[in-house]
């Protein structure tokens, strides 16, 4: 073998294994891209959650002493705690759901496989109970008898309301709840960090509630509700978390 084609090769080998790798970290960065868009909603409570709980605890904290240095521990504490725990809920959510899912679509592989009759007999009837005649009917259970898949993608849609065959990822899922909650749940605290406790406590209410008018606004866009009142409805709720805190504080501390 010549050096010319030796070194050829080793150009093709070297060459495959940075298509590989920016092949894998392209489809890394779509998959984290869609997480984010199927999950918008979650990253929303998420924020919610971590801004709302942190804010009844730094308001608590704030108002039992006389040191920014303790409302900043506590808060920051309480915000790295909240964000590990949402972070690991959604982990064992996602998991267990994929599992779940998982089992079920096994089963209904299983099924196409040793009763396809049956199974195509099911989508007649909601093929025929959504309409169609039986011509289309006929042709459309005939097609999906030829590709077993797209029809076990029917059946995951129609009869298990799962809207897709592909399961979400728990991690990507996980980092993207601790990521929100943890940059909601530091918003009420960072202003004990830089400013004397009294300007502290107006600074983060200030700022915490628009950060979660903001959220408001969000979650009503995302639920297809009215702005205004998901707004609204969000700036009470933690209203309530921050006066709850507040005469906690002040009880404790009679």
Do not use: C
Not at 37 to 52: A, L, N, P, Q, R
Not at 132 to 137: E, K, R
Not at 230 to 241: P, R, V
């Amino acid at each position: 073998m010549s050096l010319l084609t030796t070194e050829r090769k080793e150009e093709k080998g070297t060459h495959s294994m940075v298509t590989g790798k920016s092949t894998q970290g392209k489809s890394f960065l779509q998959a984290v891209g869609t997480s984010f868009y199927d999950s918008i909603g979650d990253i929303v409570f998420g924020m919610e959650d971590g801004t709302v709980s942190i804010l009844g605890l730094v308001f608590g904290v704030a108002s039992s002493t006389t040191s920014s240095s303790v409302v900043l521990l506590a808060g920051a504490t309480g915000a790295i705690s909240a964000a590990v725990s949402m972070m690991a809920g959604t982990f064992l959510d996602v998991e267990s759901t994929n599992d779940q899912a998982k089992a079920r679509l096994a089963h209904e592989q299983m099924e196409i496989d040793n009763n396809l009759e049956g199974e195509k007999q099911e989508v007649r009837v909601r093929l025929r109970t959504a309409g169609f005649n039986d011509q289309d009917t006929a042709a459309i259970v005939d097609a999906l008898a030829r590709h077993p898949k797209t029809l076990l993608q029917v059946e995951a849609t129609s009869e298990l309301q799962f809207g897709s065959t592909e399961r979400k990822n728990p991690f990507v899922q996980a980092a993207w709840m601790f990521i929100s909650d943890l940059f909601a749940a530091f918003v009420p605290v960072v202003p004990f960090a830089l400013l004397p406790l009294a300007n502290a406590r107006l600074v983060s209410l200030i700022i915490t509630g628009l950060l979660l008018l903001l959220l408001g606004v969000g979650r009503g866009l995302v639920g297809h509700r009215n702005v205004v009142l998901t707004a609204l409805q969000t700036l009470g709720i933690a209203t309530a978390a921050a006066l709850a805190g507040f005469l906690i504080g002040k009880l404790v501390t009679r």
